[in-house]
């Protein structure tokens, strides 16, 4: 599992019939966003059994029952746009400029408070935010509506991004005024059959699970306030198995949290229809999620949940 990474890094539309309210955008390759759109309306089928105590999906996902309607609303409140993986690309930057400055010498809340996770040195340093980064790592996800949201608090200044609708269709243009925006960037290993759980089956259920996994976790990222921002990764420590690595949470709410709680309920639906084999890479990606929460952070402190309020202008 080590070359799974999950990424958030600084530098849609066709709206779903279904319970999920997510906009893909055009720039997505046709064939993509169709998978994406199968994966997403799998929510409303999954039966989930809710194994986990009240009392700790209250704690996680501040929701006190798991069923296929609070899961798709908790995702939803926290995923708005999907985008292409390269959406942000030099010619999207720089010819089509899709991010512009939406206001500028703005007074953000909670200006002077640095994310729990980021010291003064990097504090600024905007390429830093969420960023999990290994010369094997395969981007699977982004929050890029988080990280614009820092970004822009860094800099007095509302950032925005244009999300295409299509050929000959004006982009939509959405200012990044909270890390709630929910934008998030597929990358190349979302479908990539080396990360693929059945790689002889790309339609497996397990597939499906593992990507459902990943966007409950990026979705975490759209929420928090002053220190809690984003809900941040921070470095793992020595002796981890992703040492030095901007992969662990130093909260017991976060990402790595959400990811875990919500891959273990869906691996349950799958008792029956999945191999053993999936069954333990499941069991497998679920445990190497928990691994990397932390109970005692950088700062020698317990961890403990954070504040997942969203800020917001």
């Known amino acids: 599992m080590k070359n799974v990474i999950l990424t958030t890094v600084l530098v849609a539309s066709t709206t779903l019939s279904y319970g999920s309210e997510i906009t893909l955008s055009k720039d997505i390759k046709e064939n993509l966003r169709n998978k994406i759109e199968k994966d997403l309306s799998v929510i409303d089928s999954i039966k989930f059994q809710s194994l986990s105590s009240p009392q700790k999906l209250k ?4 929701i006190s029952n798991l069923n296929s309607s609070t899961a798709n609303e908790w995702l939803n409140q926290r995923v708005n746009y999907v985008i292409s993986e390269n959406a942000l690309s030099l010619f999207s930057l720089l010819i089509k400029r899709v991010i512009y400055k939406d206001r500028e010498n703005v007074d953000f809340p909670n200006a002077e408070a640095i994310p729990y996770s980021l010291d003064k040195d990097t ?3 905007l390429s830093a935010l969420n960023t999990d980064s290994s010369e094997k790592a395969m981007t699977v996800m982004s929050n890029i509506g988080s990280a614009l949201y820092y970004g822009g608090k860094s800099d007095k200044t509302v950032y925005g991004m244009k999300i295409s609708r299509g050929f000959l269709k004006a982009s ?4 990044v005024n909270s890390p709630r925006v929910g934008i998030i960037q597929i990358g190349e290993g979302l479908f990539s059959p080396d990360l693929m759980i059945n790689k002889e089956n790309s339609n497996a259920f397990s597939n499906t699970i593992f990507r459902l996994g990943t966007f409950f976790h990026e979705a975490r990222h759209s929420d928090g306030n002053a220190k809690s921002l984003g809900f941040m990764h921070a470095t793992c420590p020595k002796g981890h198995d992703y040492e030095g690595e901007a992969a662990c949470d130093e909260n017991l709410n976060g990402p790595y949290s ?3 709680l919500m891959m ?5 639906t799958c008792e029956d229809s999945c191999s053993e084999k999936e069954k333990q890479v499941l069991k497998l990606m679920v445990l190497d999620s928990a691994n ?3 109970l005692t952070t950088h700062k020698g402190e317990k961890s403990t949940i954070w504040d997942a309020t969203p800020e917001s202008l």
């Open 59 to 62: 704690a996680v996902m501040g």
């Open 264 to 268: 273990a309920e869906m691996a349950h």
């Open 292 to 294: 990397r929460i932390q």
């Open 172 to 175: 939509e243009k959405v200012a």
């Open 123 to 125: 504090a600024k340093a």
């Open 258 to 260: 959400v990811g875990s």
